[in-house]
């Protein structure tokens, strides 16, 4: 039987988080999380490769979900990502098997059993209004199911690299997929067309999710950041820092000004995704590191996976300020503006920067590589008594033309060039 608490306030939690229960089932691990869009039951994916469906009024077990085994299934049977269906009805399970479960949730029975398509699922995604199901494969894959008949409606190709992440946009229109090799690439499901490959990360992705309009992708990284990307523009608009560890897992709360992210340091740090301030940090002892993070559908309440499936209630008006009752967590704002110098070797370029600079000029031989002059920085306000640090930096990039390639990856969000002639 699961285990549960009654909502308190823990001494690793900070003012304006209370957790209501810690779900436990059979002494495993929950590796995953969904919320029911109907807003009672929240599932949960185990290490045991069962799924578990609970009342989220009461914390009591609802029921398990059985799976059909193959006599050639791996002996590994974890379970990666759970997912309801927009209706709640549907419950789908996949993992290290391959292959997909859908379930009826008011019956517990067995509706498909989607075969493997491209190995070990990492990711499940309903589409927001139809029986559409998303499942993206370790080969770099994302396949398409009805789920009415279970189908397979059409394959999406990418990079060979696990699929960690996948979900619809908010109308269904774009499927974004998020892998370990960096990528993030956005598909238009209607006609299958690649719209727009975003600009690849330098550390493996771990999660991704849209904002409630669309127009904003975060991508959650190993390097410990979430870089917020305008997706109309394909532009980064943001990049979110704090977390000491690798961001594994995020989740934006549908109706709440609500933004949460899980770091491998064992926190959740809790942002307002109007501000983008940090309002409160979660410190955890989970011992088990997963990407089960989800907000509740309407109610500011946040589920984490771990060796127990915690549920935190969330106050607002504590968190944003309205009734402080500690030190609000301090969030420094930062800009930059990237000015770059540019042209052939030997043309002067490394004596102007030092100028620019306001270094004293000194004559020096080509250098290679590339150096970065702070040129400028300035504070403002912002509203609410927040503060912005504004700072000018300038790039002198090499000329030499084995360089040259190289310099083209710095040349994105660039404020000013300026191309130096001998």
């Known amino acids: 039987m699961p285990r549960r608490s009654g909502r308190s306030r823990p001494a690793s939690a900070p003012p304006g988080v209370g957790l209501i229960r810690a779900l436990e089932w059979n002494h495993r691990a929950i590796k995953c999380v969904a919320f029911d869009p109907t807003l009672r039951q929240l599932a949960g994916g185990g290490l045991d490769g069962t799924v578990a469906l609970w009342d989220t009024i009461e914390g009591k077990l609802v029921r398990t979900f059985e799976r059909r085994r193959s006599p ?8 990666a ?3 309801f269906d927009a209706a709640g009805r549907v419950l789908a399970g996949g993992g290290v098997n391959g292959a997909v479960n859908v379930w009826d949730t008011g019956t517990g029975a067995l509706i498909h059993t989607l075969p493997s398509q491209g190995g ?13 199901l998303a499942s993206g494969s370790d080969d770099g894959s994302v396949n398409v199911w009805d ?25 269904g229109r774009l499927l974004a997929r998020g892998s370990v090799d960096g990528t993030i690439i956005l598909w238009d499901t209607a006609d299958g067309t690649l719209p727009r490959l975003f600009e690849r990360h330098r550390s493996p992705v771990s999660s991704i999710g849209f904002e409630p309009t669309g127009r904003v992708l975060a991508i959650g990284s190993l390097d410990n950041t979430v870089k917020l990307w305008d997706v109309p523009n394909s532009k980064l608009r943001r990049v979110l820092e704090g977390h000491r560890g690798s961001v594994v897992a995020l989740s934006f709360h549908q109706s709440r000004p609500l933004f949460a992210t899980m770091g491998w340091e064992d926190t959740i740090r809790i942002w307002s995704s109007e501000t ?4 409160a940090v979660i410190q955890r002892h989970a011992r088990y590191r997963f990407r089960g993070l989800r907000f509740h559908p309407s109610l500011p309440r946040l589920a984490a996976a771990g060796a127990r ?9 504590v968190l944003f300020g309205e009734r402080p009752t500690a030190p609000a967590t301090r969030t420094v704002h930062y800009v930059n503006a990237k000015v770059v110098l540019v042209g052939d070797t030997g ?14 000029f000194q004559a020096t031989d080509s250098t290679a590589g590339r150096q970065v002059w702070p040129l400028g920085i300035s504070e403002d306000e912002l509203p609410g008594e927040r503060k912005r640090t504004r700072e000018t930096l300038l790039w002198d990039l090499a000329g030499q033309p084995g360089y040259r390639v190289i310099h083209q990856l710095h040349l994105s969000e660039v404020a000013v060039a300026l191309v130096v002639f001998g």
């Open 81 to 83: 990502s759970v997912a």
């Open 120 to 132: 070990p699922i990492g990711s499940l995604g309903f589409h927001p209004t139809e029986n559409i």
């Open 347 to 360: 043309v002067g370029k490394t004596g102007l920067s030092l100028v620019l600079a306001g270094r004293p």
């Open 72 to 79: 050639f299934e791996w002996q590994r049977n974890e379970i």
């Open 276 to 279: 983008w301030d940090m309002v």
């Open 147 to 171: 789920t009415t008949d279970g189908k397979l409606l059409r394959t999406f190709r990418g990079p060979r690299g696990e699929v960690v992440s996948v979900v619809f946009d908010p109308t």
């Open 309 to 317: 499936l915690s549920t935190y209630e969330l106050d607002l008006d």
